[in-house]
């Protein structure tokens, strides 16, 4: 069955795609419930990272489902319907206030790149295989998916994985710089846990403020709002968990941070 799932540990919450039968192939109604799924998640003040990754150990997400992709490549209407309905999921790792983690093993390709690129950090496994295959499909990708590769792994390592649509794997996505970290297979969800939950042990507003400070400063527009970004830096150095910071030193122990 092509569903979203959502697991819960703590204030880490996973979500995953699952549709194992197409190496996790998102469609449509999927691509819908991932964006309200994020939504969700965004809304409840107990979650403090979310993890996003593939149902199985054979890949995180292959694309998109290609028999579904061909119903709705039938007119120009329907591609401007299709790219209307994409774009917001894809967005949505970005626009999250919270820190988003992709988790990937295996496929990468397609959809499942750049989702995995609109999140904050992504980590893989050995074994992860990645391509950007819109050339091999004719497919005009958007200029808003293309400035994400370009700040992400730079204008020339863009370029090479969509003008080749070539393969490449987890060795040189991490010279790239799009994955921080690759692991063996077996380590992969110890290392991704330990690591979101250091992120859920800081501070909220911190988090927040560093967050949106990242955005504005990667935003291709020009129109960077660095007046929202200070009321954020603001709000941390009059919150209770900056006062909770500075006890939790002082006493040498560890912060409690309520993200107020």
């Known amino acids: 069955m092509a569903e979203i799932l ?76 299709r790219h209307a309905q994409s774009l917001a999921p894809y967005m949505a790792p970005m626009k999250c206030t919270k820190p988003t983690v ?15 690129a609109a999140c904050d950090i992504r980590f893989c496994s050995e074994n992860a295989v990645f391509r950007m295959p819109a050339a091999r499909l004719g497919i005009g ?12 792994i730079g204008a020339a390592n863009t370029l090479d994985i969509f003008l080749s649509a070539r393969k490449f ?4 996505a991490l010279r790239m710089g799009f994955v921080l970290r ?18 859920a042990e800081n501070a909220p507003l911190s988090l927040l403020a560093v967050k949106r400070s990242v955005s504005e400063t990667l935003n291709m527009t020009g129109e ?13 150095m009059e919150s209770g ?4 910071g500075r006890a939790a030193f002082m006493e040498k122990r560890k912060p409690v941070f309520k993200g107020r």
């Open 224 to 236: 960077r709002d660095i007046a929202a970004v200070q009321a954020l830096i603001d709000s941390c």
């Open 141 to 152: 990708y958007s200029h808003e998916g293309v400035a994400r590769y370009v700040n992400l």
């Open 241 to 244: 968990d900056y006062k909770e």
């Open 6 to 81: 959502t697991r819960r540990d703590g204030a880490i919450a996973t979500l995953v795609i699952s549709n194992p039968a197409k190496h996790n192939a998102v469609t449509p109604d999927m691509w819908r419930a991932l964006d309200e799924t994020l939504d969700n998640l965004e809304r409840d003040s107990s979650v403090r990272v979310i993890v996003l990754t593939g149902d199985g150990d054979k890949a995180f997400v292959s694309g998109a489902d290609i028999a579904q992709l061909r119903k709705s490549r039938d007119s120009t209407d329907a591609v401007d319907t």
């Open 182 to 199: 690759v692991l063996p297979a077996a380590e992969l969800d110890r290392e991704v846990q330990e690591y979101c939950a250091m992120i």
């Open 102 to 116: 992709a988790k990937i093993r295996g496929i990468c390709m397609g959809g499942g790149l750049g989702l995995a």
């Open 169 to 172: 794997g987890a060795a040189e």
